[in-house]
């Protein structure tokens, strides 16, 4: 675990370092330009930056071991830095139309247009290499804070391109409106990522169950039991951070002894930790012909 989170961390502050990078390239574009398109493409950037810092203090508490308060460990933690981001970009998007609607209003030329596209292609190159390498490594670590500073740097990426495209296209036509209009189209972009980064985050808060796929391995692992005589219920998992608790109930005949009962629920619980990593299994035993033992089939 710790090893992991260390990885983490290191992504974090690699992301940290090309936000800072993309920040000054696109605010130079928009002091070059004037063009608030490219203003709202800086500021979702800086946005970015915000998002990493709270990233990598996210990481860090998620990391610590359990504690007397906290015995299931602190990995919840990376969901308010994901729930931090998808609120942060909504402010963004604010500020963003704000501006737009201004500019909307009261046009302004553009100057010094090729050296400002030419920044902010740069600053996406960045965005566009770095978001790919968090893709990879939050799913190789299974972190949802690295994967969120992915998915909200590709949509930066997205964002820059069309400001681009639609600024590329001010001069061609002469329209100085489709500046802010560009603008205001990459607000309503970027509300969507934060709405859906902050449901994200809630819903894991409010303990999700793990996908349906990882379910359905621990069932195929759980049918053979069936054929000795072994029923499962009361099954229940959730997520936190790269962990995943899953319980159940295992109902065996009765006249079994105590240290069959437990060799068996030592070799299921073992059998889903390796057929899934960082996953804690509790398992309660219970005699099958003990109609006690089916009172709590109902809150499966």
């Known amino acids: 675990m710790k090893k992991s989170s260390k990885s983490a961390r290191f992504y974090a502050f690699l992301s940290i370092g090309a936000a800072v990078m993309t920040i000054a390239l696109k605010l130079g574009a928009y002091l070059l330009t004037g063009s608030v398109g490219l203003l709202s493409d800086a500021l979702e950037s800086g946005v970015n930056l915000v998002a990493a810092i709270v990233a990598v203090w996210a990481l860090t508490y998620a990391a610590k071991p359990p504690d007397q308060e906290h015995t299931f460990g602190h990995s919840k933690a990376e969901y308010f830095s994901s729930g931090v981001e998808g609120a ?16 909307l209003f009261h046009p302004q030329p553009l100057e010094q247009f090729g050296i400002g596209l030419a920044l902010s ?13 968090l893709l990879k490594a939050g799913k190789r670590l299974r972190s949802i804070t690295l994967r969120a500073d992915a998915h909200h740097l590709l949509t930066d990426v997205w964002t820059s391109v069309g400001v681009i495209l639609g600024l590329l296209l ?11 209009i560009v603008a205001l189209f990459v607000a309503v972009n ?3 990522t934060g709405v859906k980064l902050i449901g994200e985050s809630g819903s894991a808060l409010l303990d999700a169950a ?15 039991y069936d054929r000795q005589g072994i029923q499962f219920h009361c099954m229940r998992t959730r997520v936190a951070g790269s962990h995943r608790f899953v319980s159940f109930h295992i109902l065996v005949p009765g006249e079994w002894t105590v240290q069959k009962g437990h060799d068996i629920c030592e070799e299921i619980e073992q059998a889903i930790a390796l ?14 012909e003990d109609p006690v033992s089916w009172d709590d089939e109902k809150l499966n």
């Open 88 to 103: 942060l970009i909504l402010v963004a998007a604010v500020s963003i139309a704000i501006a737009a609607i201004e500019r």
């Open 121 to 133: 292609f740069v600053a996406s190159l960045i965005n566009g290499g770095l978001a790919l390498i």
């Open 170 to 180: 001010v001069p061609l036509t002469g329209w100085l409106v489709l500046d802010p």
């Open 190 to 192: 970027i509300v969507w």
């Open 210 to 224: 793990i996908p349906h796929t990882e379910q359905q391995l621990i069932t195929d692992i759980l049918s053979p």
């Open 275 to 288: 057929a899934l990593p960082e996953t804690h299994v509790f398992t309660h035993l219970e005699p099958i």
